[in-house]
């Protein structure tokens, strides 16, 4: 680095000229921009003035190099015992604080190089106090099976830094906030007792060895106040405590704390270890939006206990407590960082600049935000610093009269009026960003007398039992009743939400992310007035709300590849089966929600609602196979052989689900001829795949705290329920070319493989390809479909109006047909739309008679989707909720119900006349 000289882009203006005088005369060696720099500084510092005449000859040498001479101070601290070590960390503190404030007051560092110093300065200090102090205990044995070798580390005791020193932001007379924890694994049995008082009494003495002000000074003030239940636990206390108490009753202020904490001294490796069991505490698996009201009341209590309410004014003010004060900048970083740093890794930083920069990178707040913050932040931390360098005062406060600001003023060589303007214009902008995120204003709306009986219903719910979501849920019912008796059914629409809010387990979570986001209680009138069945969804699985607010909710579907990266990449960070099985399921269902909304809103039609479904549990399946395999692989070794795939039959390989539909999947393997896998519980290889494909089905369907994925059926595999679960390729081979029914081969026309091995997928394909070629000079086809469409009549005959899926020309006897088209026309097409064309060209059917099943499949499926999306699988009523009614009519093209009603009834004899005449036809052709 270069001397500091040369570095220097401004100086204070002495205040007091006889005091820079004076220090300029001590300080003949300094060049002119130097002694510029030291006069100024010293006529406005009294105590700078001090620390210069008292280090004036070391001065000489630091400003020659400042950052070399604060390495030096931080290196002679090491090895020194506890009786010389006090007054070498007290000279330290004197001239790292000395270079520290020339270097800020001059230009030369920037703010992260002046907190950094002070912060480095104090993590060296702590831990050449702990081992001096460790030393004489270990020698002496009061620490049982700890030797010399364990005094670097500790003897298992670390020391978390908190607050701005975790985040290498120390101002420049800040005091310390330490929480001091002991490695319990470390001792064994009755020593445990032992090691906790001697540790107990080593940070006692550290704490005095830091803080104490003796002839020499002091290093740092130290507060351990910060520890699990301060008032009543010991000073040091064990890890297996402290996790306890933060698992059962630790608060939302001391999350917010251990954002910023590190290992800053002792066993650094066993304090992340303790970081990390605390990452489940610190960040929330769900958008945290209670902590918002959490991190409100905390700033009210701080105001009211320090007396800082009230309008703004300059005199006293308090920079870092105050209105638009750092503590505000600090919060609404901390909050954010609460509320979205458990659903996004990338906000777990503990810098506030650089949290504010995560936070604007992820989209979570507006950039121009997040700039304006951090300027003022640092503006902010420079008036703090000259606040404090004047007298070393832990204070915060503004001047109290004229003189005081004069002398600030000249300290940062400013005109008196103008900084005074700049700092009540920082400080209101700092409010008016912070202010309305932690308290928005909620404009009063009179509650709309509509709907009494229902709502008297309302705090018996499950949601609404206790008293802190009574109170954010009495804020939003004005707003939330008077959008409900605006819709075009006021009472449709709050049954509705009725049903949604009865089905809530709980409230507080929720009514927050409501009250802190209103687009979302808007969202939730739209779909309660729209979609019950969607409404119902949301009841049970509301966190995926956190989806809408998360970024990239109402951007383009991202297609199955990016899908199956992105979930592949979050169940890698998962510590267990469990928890990645866990971690699907809220991707899948937040996804799953966000293609019902923007089906909902018209960005996408049942067409393409129906593909992406489709792409979402291809995607889930793809992902968990591979979690399922390593998850047997460690129990039984990898898969024996080739491995395996997964074929997605029916419409998953099809590629059009709907949003209620259940997955029919088959598992085929290859053991090449190995017996057995090769782990720590071998077994056969049949074995190991069946209880693969029986891992694979729990993965999917088990219900778990996050509900389950899919439904799982598996009868299309070869032989049925009576057959193996999971069928080797050879078997697969013989049985559909020897043994399978037609069915089994019209089904095989839809099959895709989804995931597992790709060469053993491509082989399977080629099969596929090839059998349906064999089999599509097969002369029973058409009388076999002829003998299946009779028996379907007799169990599920089916009906008119709303039903789409049974009886004569509607969707299963139109995806029969097609599938029977596919298979004659030997066509390896998967879609019913595609199979239809292929019919056509093989001249199976006629180019009118391809148009009407066509489009009588895609009216029939669009409000079958519609339908599904409205209800949640149940059947649609005979008279939909209004908004219900415009999403039908809009998927149709009809202009009412009737003429839906009407147009379905139409398509499905149209579609009926034209599977008829094919199996007609075909009788005929036999008959001769």
Request: overall charge negative; proline content about 5%; some cysteine.
């Amino acid at each position: 680095m270069t001397d500091l000289a040369s570095r220097l882009s401004r100086a204070p203006r002495p205040f007091d000229s006889d005091m820079a005088a004076e220090a300029r005369a001590a300080c003949g060696w300094a060049d002119p921009a130097v002694a510029e720099l030291i006069a100024g500084t010293a006529g406005c510092s009294p105590f700078l003035a001090g620390l210069i005449g008292r280090e004036g000859d070391w001065l000489e040498a630091a400003c020659a190099d400042p950052e070399a001479a604060v390495a030096a101070e931080l290196a002679a601290m090491k090895g020194k015992d506890a009786a010389t070590l006090g007054p070498q960390l007290r000279r330290a503190k004197r001239r790292v604080a000395l270079i520290a404030a020339l270097a800020d007051l001059g230009g030369a560092w920037p703010l992260e190089e002046v907190t950094g110093s002070l912060t480095r300065l104090a993590d060296a200090a702590l831990q050449a106090g702990l081992e001096a102090l460790l030393a004489p205990e270990i020698a002496r044995g009061k620490l049982p099976g700890m030797g010399e070798d364990d005094i670097e580390s500790g003897a298992g005791m670390a020391l978390f830094a908190m607050g701005k020193m975790g985040a290498f932001e120390l101002n420049y007379s800040s005091d310390i906030d330490l929480i001091c924890l002991y490695d319990e694994t470390r001792y064994e049995g009755t020593d445990q007792h032992e090691a906790r008082s001697v540790l107990v009494r080593v940070t006692r003495k550290l704490a005095g060895l830091i803080g104490d002000i003796t002839g020499e000074g002091y290093v740092f003030r130290t507060d351990l106040r910060l520890r699990p239940d301060a008032a009543v636990t010991p000073v040091c206390l064990s890890m297996g405590a402290a996790e306890q108490y933060y698992e059962s009753v630790g608060r939302t202020w001391e999350r917010a704390a251990w954002i910023k904490a590190r290992p800053c001294a002792g066993d650094l490796s066993a304090g992340a270890d303790f970081v990390e069991t605390l990452r489940p505490f610190v960040w929330r698996r769900h958008l945290d939006f209670h902590a918002i009201r959490d991190a409100h009341d905390m700033r009210l209590k701080i105001r009211d206990h320090k007396g800082l309410g009230g309008a703004l004014s300059l005199p006293g003010h308090d920079m870092k407590l105050g209105r638009g004060g750092i503590r505000e900048i600090e919060f609404f970083t901390q909050t954010r960082q609460l509320i979205s740093g458990g659903r996004d890794p990338s906000l777990r930083v503990r810098g506030t600049v650089e949290g504010l920069e995560r936070l604007a990178q992820a989209g979570w707040i507006e950039a121009e935000t997040a700039e304006a913050l951090t300027h003022h932040y640092r503006a902010h931390r420079e008036i703090e610093h000259r606040v404090q360098m004047i007298g070393d005062q832990q204070t915060h406060m503004l001047p109290s009269n004229e003189e005081g600001f004069a002398r600030l003023a000249a300290f940062m060589d400013r005109d008196l009026a103008e900084l005074k303007d700049e700092l009540t214009e920082r400080l209101e902008t700092v409010h008016a960003l912070t202010e309305d995120f932690f308290a928005p204003g909620h404009a009063a709306a009179e509650t709309p007398d509509f709907g009494q009986e229902v709502t008297a219903r309302w705090p018996g719910y499950p949601a609404l039992r206790s008293g802190r979501a009574v109170e954010i849920f009495d804020r939003l019912r004005p707003e939330i009743l008077k959008s409900l008796s605006e819709a075009a059914r006021p009472e449709e629409a709050l049954a509705q939400f009725d049903a949604f809010l009865a089905g809530l387990p709980a409230g507080v979570q929720l009514f927050s992310l409501f009250e802190a986001n209103p687009q979302l209680t808007r969202l939730i009138i739209d779909i309660c007035a729209t979609a019950p069945g969607l409404a119902q969804y949301l009841s049970r699985n509301a966190g995926v709300l956190d989806a809408v607010i998360g970024g990239g909710f109402f951007e383009d579907w991202p297609g199955t590849d990016a899908l199956r990266a992105d979930l592949a990449a979050r169940l890698a960070r998962q510590p267990d089966h469990e928890a990645r099985l866990g971690a699907a399921r809220i991707w899948a269902k937040e996804l799953h929600f966000r293609i019902g909304v923007h089906h909902l809103r018209g960005l996408i039609d049942a067409a393409r609602a129906g593909t992406e479904y489709a792409e979402l549990a291809e995607a889930a399946v793809a992902a968990l196979v591979p979690a399922v395999i390593d998850e047997m692989a460690r129990r039984h070794g990898p898969p024996p052989g080739r491995g395996l795939s997964v074929l997605g039959m029916g419409s998953l390989g099809a590629g059009r689900l709907g949003s209620s539909s259940d997955l029919d999947l088959i598992v085929i393997y290859d053991a090449a001829g190995v017996e057995a896998s090769d782990g720590p519980r071998p077994l056969a290889a049949r074995a190991w795949y069946a209880r693969f494909t029986q891992s694979l089905i729990t993965a999917l369907s088990a219900p778990m705290p996050d509900g389950k994925l899919y439904e799982v059926d598996m009868r299309l595999r070869p032989s049925g329920r009576q057959g193996p679960v999971a069928t080797a390729l050879p078997a697969f081979r013989a049985y559909q070319r020897d043994e399978a029914w037609t069915w089994e081969h019209l089904a095989l026309t839809r099959a895709r493989v989804v995931a597992g091995e790709p060469g053993l997928g491509d082989e399977i394909e080629d099969f596929r390809r090839a059998l349906i070629t064999e089999k599509s000079t097969g002369e029973t086809v058409l009388a076999d479909l002829a003998s299946m469409r009779a028996r379907l009549a007799e169990a599920r005959p089916g009906g008119a109006g709303w039903e789409t899926r049974d009886g004569p020309g509607r969707l299963q006897d139109v995806e029969l047909f097609a599938q029977s088209l596919a298979l004659r026309a030997g066509s390896p097409e998967r879609a019913v739309a595609a199979q239809i064309a292929a019919g056509r060209e093989a001249g199976l059917i006629d180019e009118e008679e391809a148009a009407v099943l066509s489009e009588t499949a895609d009216l029939l499926r669009r409000v079958q989707c519609v339908a599904r999306l409205l209800t949640g699988g149940e059947p649609l009523p005979e008279a939909p909720a209004e908004g219900g009614v415009r999403l039908l009519l809009r998927e149709s093209g009809c202009d009412s119900l009737d003429d839906l009603r009407r147009a379905l009834d139409a398509a499905a004899r149209r579609a009926e006349e034209v599977i008829d005449r094919a199996l007609a036809g075909h009788r005929a052709g036999e008959a001769k």
